[in-house]
Every structure is written in structure tokens, then in C-alpha cells.
């Protein structure tokens, strides 16, 4: 039934504590209207930057004409996907360590590595030291038909990376990237992936709030 089926969170919270990318706004929550201070309701001020927490990456992100993420189509942001852990990688995923999965007809992939440890601990400051895809990585899970990919890193690309290899390859191929993940609670598997971004108009991506379920056939 489906009021059994075992759902996962794996959105980070939002908070003024959470660290966001080196040079990206900060996230702002203070309270203009506050019971506490003898107003009639309390409202949040809020201001972060759209690559904030768990988000999604559009393509305009790095292309002038490409699609904003209110463009982004639902049917590959919710769908089956799999969780594939990779705990034991140190600096990146590599395309062998892609090539000893066996990914045949998958088409959202969610890469569990030690960048969740740290959402576990609730270590908020920025790690520099997180696992990445590389670019030969993109290449081959873009060729492979992948449509979706995930990773529990705030950037699924190397810390000031030239040119921007990765994003370019997977953007450009209309691959929708989701950064910011904890699956720390989640067991590799398959799993049905709700993924729904804000729907800012025009946007380079949005923060998203990102669900998992039980996948039955």
C-alpha cells in the first residue's frame, strides 16, 4: 500500500548556520514582524542565494540562452532513480569506478559518498576536501542516457575547476544536476526520486526540496 511505503528527506535545512558556496550570497532568515516583539504575526525575511542548501542547477546557470529552471521538466525531476554509495572514494568519481556499476537503463542517479558524514554531523562550514564527478564521469553517464544526477557535495564539479567542464557537459545535454543532497540515512537502492525546485521564472537553478520513496514495481 502505498501509506507503507518508507519515504526519506534528503534535504538539508535551511538556516543563517548552513555554509553555502565560497563567494555565494549568505543565507539570511531575521524577522520582520515578530510576535515575540508585540506584533500580530511573525514573517521571515528570507534572502539566500539560488544555489543555496539542496538545490537544482538549470541550464542558464552557465548558458546565456538556456532554459531557467521553471523550465525544467517534471518528468525527469520525479521518477525512479538509483542511489549508488561510494563511501570508500577520497577526492572523486572517477569514470572506472562508474565503469563497475552497472547502470543499464537507469536514468536518475544519486551518488552517496563521504560529503553526506559531514551533513550527518552537522558540520556546517565548508569542506573543500569534497568528492566530485569528474568530467570523464559526465561524459559517460551522459552517454549512457542518464538524465538526472545527484550528488551530496554543494557542486557536483572540482573546487575552481577552469571553464567549468562538468556543469558545461551535462547542461548542455539538458542533464538536470541536484547538488546539496544528505543521504546519510539512505541505503543504495532504487527509489522513486520527488524532486521540486522552486519555480523562480528566468532562474540558474532554485533550492529544492527533495524527497525519496520506496520504489515498488
Not at 514582524?33 to 542547477?57: I, M, P, Q
Not at 558524514?117 to 564521469?137: C, H, I, M, S
Request: proline share 6%.
Amino acid at each position: 500500500m502505498m501509506g507503507d511505503m518508507k519515504m526519506y528527506d534528503v534535504s538539508l535545512i535551511l538556516s543563517e548556520a548552513l555554509s553555502v558556496w565560497p563567494g555565494d550570497p549568505t543565507i539570511h532568515m531575521p524577522l520582520v514582524f515578530s510576535l515575540e516583539k508585540g506584533d500580530e504575526v511573525n514573517v521571515t525575511d528570507l534572502r539566500l542565494g539560488t544555489h543555496s542548501g539542496t538545490h537544482v542547477d538549470a541550464p542558464f546557470h552557465f548558458f546565456a540562452e538556456g532554459a531557467g529552471v521553471d523550465e525544467l521538466p517534471l518528468d525527469v525531476l520525479i521518477g525512479p532513480c538509483r542511489v549508488v554509495e561510494l563511501l570508500s572514494l577520497s577526492t572523486s568519481i572517477a569514470l572506472a569506478d562508474l565503469e563497475k556499476l552497472n547502470l543499464e537503463g537507469v536514468r536518475r542517479i544519486l551518488f552517496k559518498t563521504k560529503n553526506s558524514e559531514r551533513w550527518e554531523k552537522e558540520d556546517q562550514a565548508f569542506n573543500p576536501e569534497y568528492v566530485y564527478l569528474t568530467t570523464e564521469g559526465a561524459v559517460y553517464l551522459k552517454d549512457l542516457g542518464v538524465q538526472l544526477i545527484g550528488i551530496d557535495g554543494l557542486s557536483i564539479e572540482k573546487l575552481n575547476h577552469p571553464g567549468h567542464p562538468t556543469h558545461h557537459i551535462l547542461l548542455q545535454n539538458h542533464v538536470i544536476i541536484l547538488e546539496g543532497l544528505n543521504l546519510s540515512q539512505v541505503p543504495a537502492g532504487d527509489y522513486e526520486l520527488i524532486a521540486l525546485p522552486l519555480k523562480l521564472k528566468g532562474a540558474d537553478g532554485a533550492p529544492a526540496r527533495v524527497i525519496l520513496r520506496e520504489y515498488h514495481v
